[in-house]
């Protein structure tokens, strides 16, 4: 399924739940916006999030894809491992921090039946099917394309008397070559381009799921008390986490049609989200149960998907590799970074 349309059909489905579903549901008083409600003052924020977010976004994301200006920030340089490992970092803690505590708060809400939202830790236990989901996805999906390679290089060398047709194919599908033409290079080559992909696009999805739910309730809430911290920790977050996304998606070497797809649904689905919010405010209503159960287990989902992405597929697989495994110096300071980046986004929880 191409890039493109896995993400608008999963965009859309989303904004289905999170939009049309909560405004069935009957309302609760359990949570308020307390003495700080101000629908014009909101509006203007929210119209500031919606821009300042948007361009956050695109900077963050953009960055590693202009390597090529940037010699500093391309994939085989330590600057790019160190600041990949401090987006993982703000990655991970998103997934802890910010999105579980949120599924927590939906799904043990007072506005919910006792049993069994608050009889069950139903937060977690989404959260785990999800990364054990999440880990089923990623390992069909690189078994199934590394068949289709597989295959597609057999055939041609088979059809024709040039042995090295078969590699020009796998050389030609990928639109890459590494190494000094072997066979082997240019397999091991192949598979770790399908781990770079898979992981883009896998993380992507996490990541779009999460910005629906957070952009539909700050386009919902009339709190400027509350709107004007969580755009500033919004920016932060899109900034850095797009960073590691960015590094994600040069890694898969896409083309240009499918990188702008990618950095135009990562950049626009927050901002998309707070207008929905906006447009839907006298209808949605975020103390509903039905929005409450939704945007919990979304939220739940999101959270599980973004902690396996962290740490198995970014963390692990650098850690583990042999660029950091063969500096002792440039693994402290990767580590290092990771942590600021964790720390950063937890402290970034106070606010929002």
């Avoid at 949120?102 to 069950?120: I, M, V």
């Avoid at 495994?325 to 942590?339: D, E, H, I, N, P």
Wanted: with cysteine.
């Amino acid at each position: 399924m191409a890039p493109s349309f896995s993400f608008t059909i999963t965009t859309i489905l989303l904004l289905f739940l999170t939009a049309v579903l909560p405004t069935t549901a009957e309302q609760c008083d359990a949570k308020s916006e307390g003495g700080c409600r101000d629908k014009v003052e909101s509006l203007k924020l929210k119209v500031i999030a919606i821009f300042s977010i948007l361009a956050t976004s695109v900077i963050g994301v953009s960055l590693p894809l202009f390597s090529r200006l940037i010699p500093a920030l391309r994939p085989d340089r330590n600057l790019f491992v160190i600041v990949k490992a401090f987006a993982s970092g703000v990655i991970l803690a998103t997934g802890y921090m910010h999105v579980m505590p949120d599924s927590f708060e939906d799904l043990t809400s007072e506005c919910l039946p006792e049993r069994p939202w608050r009889k069950f830790p139903f937060t977690t236990f989404i959260a785990m099917l999800s990364a054990v989901f999440t880990l089923v996805i990623d390992s069909c999906c690189v078994s199934c394309l590394k068949k289709k390679v597989s295959a597609a290089a057999a055939t041609n060398a088979n059809a024709s008397t040039c042995p090295e047709a078969g590699e020009r194919k796998e050389v030609q599908l990928f639109g890459h070559s590494h190494g000094d033409g072997h066979g082997h290079d240019l397999h091991a080559d192949a598979d770790q381009l399908l781990r770079y992909r898979v992981v883009a696009q896998v993380l992507e999805v996490g990541i779009v799921v999460h910005s629906v739910v957070i952009g539909l309730s700050m386009g919902a809430s009339m709190n400027p008390c509350t709107i004007k911290p969580l755009i500033a920790a919004l920016c932060f977050h899109q900034m850095f986490e797009g960073m590691g996304l960015g590094g994600c998606i040069l890694q898969g070497e896409y083309g240009m049609k499918v990188k702008g797809t990618m950095v135009f649904f990562f950049s626009t689905t927050t901002p998309f989200g707070i207008a929905l919010g906006i447009a839907l405010s006298n209808v949605y209503s975020d103390t509903s149960s039905t929005s409450l159960i939704v945007e919990g287990i979304l939220n739940a989902v999101s959270a599980g998907l973004l902690n396996y992405m962290a740490l198995v597929e970014l963390l692990a697989s650098d850690f583990m590799g042999p660029k950091l495994q063969g500096s002792k110096k440039l693994m402290a300071v990767a580590f290092l970074a990771v942590l600021l980046g964790a720390g950063g986004m937890s402290v970034m929880a106070i606010w929002a």
